[in-house]
Structure formats: structure tokens, C-alpha cells
T-cell receptor, first 113, second 113 residues
Framework: KAGVTQTPRYLIKTRGQQVTLSCSPI?????VSWYQQTPGQGLQFLFE???????NKGNFPGRFSGRQFSNSRSEMNVSTLELGDSALYLC????????????FGQGTRLTVV | AQSVTQLGSHVSVSEGALVLLRCNYS??????LFWYVQYPNQGLQLLLK??????LVKGINGFEAEFKKSETSFHLTKPSAHMSDAAEYFC???????????FGAGTILRVKS
């Protein structure tokens, strides 16, 4: 079955703009999590959505937001972009069981100039 | 709060030699532990996971890890390194069964011919 699909793969934005990233999870998975990966901070959890509800949230400012649709696809939005938002944004999908693993997409490389 | 410490940001081994990547965790509840591998400009791929039961866990590509509660460790090993093992490896802990992961800083494995 198809894996986790993230679009676009690469994105260049100007400081102050906003951006929306998309993630389609594995079919049947209702949990979608987002992570930010940077050389300085490593992999950091942004938030998790399950059945269209935000279930967990990391320690990021309110400029970072997300949502999940009824088909489990998720979007992540970053407003008022800063240079420090340049990162690889990874999406992961998980099944409903508590001991299941997260399957990651290939990520969206965001560069803010 | 949960945390993960990976000892050694870079590890270099010769092809055919033992691979040992170290991971120590901190968790107030019985942890779920994971090892992921990341190749350049790619997402994360699960190598293996520990949830409950047998403390020696076997994963893909010949990797295995042993959960040692008394040492709060989950070190990753492979008896014989292959050139294709060169990548970055991440240890992660979760108390939600994979839906919210806390990652270590990562260890870059270099394999010399």
C-alpha cells in the first residue's frame, strides 16, 4: 500500500509570508503527526491530529498551526515566516493501536529567504 | 518529561566491523523505544521497536537492540557493517505508542572501506 505522501518536496518562501504544507497518511491511518528537523534543534514534535482533532501539541509558537480533514489528510500552516523556520518538515502517520509505529513521509524542505 | 541521549554524534567503523550506537532514555512511565534511520534528504525509516515482552529486539537489515531497564539503555548493534549502513540514526521514546516521539540528537554512522 502507498506510503505517507508530503507535498511539495521543496519550497522557497520570503520572510513574512505564510506557507501551507500537505500530508496524506497511509490509508486507514487516522493519526498524523508533524515534526520539524533542523541542524541546531534536531527533530522536534509540532503536533498530532487524530480524527480531525488536535490530540497533542509541542512547544512551538502560535504561528504554527495545523488541521486534519475527514479523509485524514493533514495540512500544516506557518504564518509570518522567519528565517529560523527553514527546516525539513516531516509528517508521520500511525494506526489506532497504542503500540504501533509511526511511518514517515519524505518531508518538505522549506527555505525562508 | 521524557528525554533521549545518544552518545556520540559521529561513529566511524570499518566495513565488516561491529556497529554499536548508544542510546539512553529517561521516562517516568514504561517506555516504547524506537530506532529510526535517515538517509540524506529522506524521511525516517523504522529499524526496530520495543514495546513490551522480549528485551532483545531484532529489526531490519540485520540490526538489533536490547532494552535494559536497569541501565535505561536501548543500544543498537549490527554484527557486520555494510557500506549501505552509512546514514544518520535516531533513537526515540514515546509513551503514546508512537504518536508523539521524543528523539535523540542523532548519530551519523560512517562506514569505511
Amino acid at each position: 500500500k502507498a506510503g505517507v505522501t508530503q507535498t511539495p518536496r521543496y519550497l522557497i518562501k520570503t520572510r513574512g509570508q505564510q506557507v501551507t504544507l500537505s500530508c496524506s497518511p497511509i490509508s486507514g491511518h487516522r493519526s498524523v503527526s508533524w515534526y520539524q528537523q533542523t541542524p541546531g534543534q534536531g527533530l522536534q514534535f509540532l503536533f498530532e491530529y487524530f480524527s480531525e482533532t488536535q490530540r497533542n501539541k509541542g512547544n512551538f509558537p502560535g504561528r504554527f498551526s495545523g488541521r486534519q480533514f475527514s479523509n485524514s489528510r493533514s495540512e500544516m500552516n506557518v504564518s509570518t515566516l522567519e528565517l529560523g523556520d527553514s527546516a525539513l518538515y516531516l509528517c508521520a502517520s500511525s494506526g489506532d493501536r497504542m503500540n504501533t509505529e509511526a511511518f514517515f513521509g519524505q518531508g518538505t524542505r522549506l527555505t525562508v529567504v | 518529561a521524557q528525554s533521549v541521549t545518544q552518545l556520540g554524534s559521529h561513529v566511524s567503523v570499518s566495513e565488516g566491523a561491529l556497529v554499536l550506537l548508544r542510546c539512553n532514555y529517561s521516562s517516568s512511565v514504561p517506555p516504547y523505544l524506537f530506532w529510526y534511520v535517515q538517509y540524506p534528504n529522506q524521511g525516517l525509516q523504522l529499524l526496530l521497536k520495543y514495546t513490551t515482552g522480549a528485551t532483545l529486539v531484532k529489526g531490519i537489515n540485520g540490526f538489533e537492540a536490547e532494552f535494559k531497564k536497569s541501565e535505561t539503555s536501548f543500544h543498537l548493534t549490527k554484527p557486520s557493517a555494510h557500506m549501505s549502513d552509512a546514514a544518520e540514526y535516531f533513537c526515540a521514546v514515546s509513551d503514546h505508542g508512537g504518536n508523539k516521539l521524543v528523539f535523540g540528537a542523532g548519530t551519523i554512522l560512517r562506514v569505511k572501506s
